[in-house]
């Protein structure tokens, strides 16, 4: 479980100014994963590549920190690079650092947040790590219901629901499009032009929740511990709140575990789809 910045009694440090401490987290993933298996798998030829996006504070670029076969190289673009690295649990918490929520992880002398910030170009990381299909698990719900009119201005937590959602959907669902254009073009292009210019097309299978995840949170409000609702009450966010960033907040079991459900009676529904995508029997 994730605990509140300065309501536990272990040392904390309070420079990063978040309002929650990801250190139960950091316990948890350093019991849990065994990273020397990573390298393992590559060497052996079971794994091509691993990569973990990370928006870097000091230079506002968007750094992918990957593991992978030796012909695989760094590359620079504009606001993004790839950067070989031996992975490790730092890695995740940056990549998963909700601004303001989680403190920024330090890496190499600069502070990282959370990879979706300064990403302008999501596909970009598995691409370049030589990826020719994409499974994509877009967390956008088709049936969210945004209303056409607004009977007052918008409140804090509707905005600051707003931002997250921008961040974490937005450029997605950009670069899905801009890789069908990319696909057409390559589509009118003879297959032996393409195969001179090293160019072929990506496919994207997307898969989204079938239900709104803020309704699913706001089932699970009274799960939150009691000093995390007393600091988004000060914001103006409770059960009844139009804001998504419960969604963003709530890591109760009951939470995680209904999200789980979800996932499986999503994928069970397209499980035919997926077979093909992946060219199973």
């Known amino acids: 479980k994730m605990a509140l910045k300065g309501m536990q009694d272990d040392k904390v440090n309070t420079d990063a100014g978040s309002l929650l401490d990801n250190d139960p987290l950091r316990g948890l993933l350093n019991e849990l994963i065994d990273f020397k298996r990573i390298d393992r798998n590559i060497r052996n030829g079971s794994l091509t590549a691993l990569s973990v996006d990370a928006s870097c504070y000091n230079n506002s670029r968007s750094v992918t920190f990957f593991q992978a076969a030796k012909e695989i190289e760094n590359w620079t673009r504009a606001r993004r690079s790839g950067e070989?690295?031996?992975?490790?649990?730092?890695?995740?918490?940056?990549?998963?650092?909700?601004?303001?929520?989680?403190?920024?992880?330090?890496?190499?002398?600069?502070?990282?947040?959370?990879?979706?910030?300064?990403?302008?170009?999501?596909?970009?990381?598995?691409?370049?790590?030589?990826?020719?299909?994409?499974?994509?698990?877009?967390?956008?719900?088709?049936?969210?219901?945004?209303p056409m009119e607004l009977e007052y201005h918008p409140k804090t937590a509707t905005i600051a629901g707003h931002l997250l959602d921008t961040i974490f959907s937005d450029t997605l669902n950009s670069d899905l499009e801009r890789l069908e254009r990319i696909n057409n073009t390559l589509s009118l292009i003879p297959e032996s032009s393409r195969n001179k210019l090293a160019l072929h097309p990506i496919k994207a299978l997307v898969i989204k929740p079938s239900e709104d995840l803020s309704k699913i949170a706001a089932r699970f409000y009274d799960d939150m511990p009691w000093a995390v609702k007393t600091l988004l009450g000060f914001i103006g966010i409770d059960r009844q709140s139009d804001s998504s960033i419960v969604s963003y907040l709530l890591f109760e079991k009951t939470y995680t575990s209904a999200l789980i459900d979800l996932g499986y009676k999503d994928a069970m529904e397209q499980i035919d789809e997926l077979k093909d995508f992946f060219c199973l029997k």
Request: charge should be neutral.
């Open 84 to 146: 070989r690295i031996m992975l490790n649990t730092e890695h995740l918490l940056a990549s998963s650092a909700i601004p303001m929520v989680f403190p920024s992880i330090k890496l190499n002398q600069a502070y990282y947040g959370d990879g979706s910030v300064h990403q302008l170009a999501p596909l970009s990381s598995p691409i370049h790590l030589g990826a020719e299909k994409l499974l994509v698990i877009n967390l956008e719900s088709p049936h969210k219901h945004f």
